[in-house]
Nanobody, 120 residues
């Protein structure tokens, strides 16, 4: 069973930086895509960034130029470097991995989430 374990959340002042990590229980190359989503209180979960095995990366407009996703295949880890954080970035951040089954169906796996709080 796939497990994704996030770490690195916390409290930071506006303008600060945080780095989130997501450790997968299997090779990250086994997934079609990996990424990060976030959910703020009272809001729906939204995409932050997704990175595909083919090398394509898509960032939400709200984080472009401030956030950067990276992969460490040796450690089976995907990280999210967040800079210039703003209070509106406050949310629970979830790691996501997607695989494609033999019949073409997509399977999504989620981590437990890590809280990021940005104070003004």
């Amino acid at each position: 069973q796939v497990q994704l374990v996030e770490s690195g959340g916390g409290l930071v002042q506006a303008g600060g930086s945080l780095r989130l990590s997501c450790a997968a229980s299997q090779s990250i190359f086994s997934f079609n895509a990996m990424g990060w989503y976030r959910q703020a209180p009272g809001k729906q979960r939204e995409l932050v960034v997704v990175s595909t095995r083919a090398g394509l990366t898509n960032y939400a407009d709200s984080v472009k130029g401030r956030f950067a996703i990276s992969r460490d295949s040796a450690a089976n880890t995907v990280s999210l470097q967040m800079s210039s954080l703003q209070p509106e970035d406050t949310a629970i951040y979830y790691c996501n991995a997607q695989s494609i089954g033999a019949a073409g169906a997509a399977f999504d796996y989620w981590g437990q989430g890590t809280q990021v709080t940005v104070s003004s």
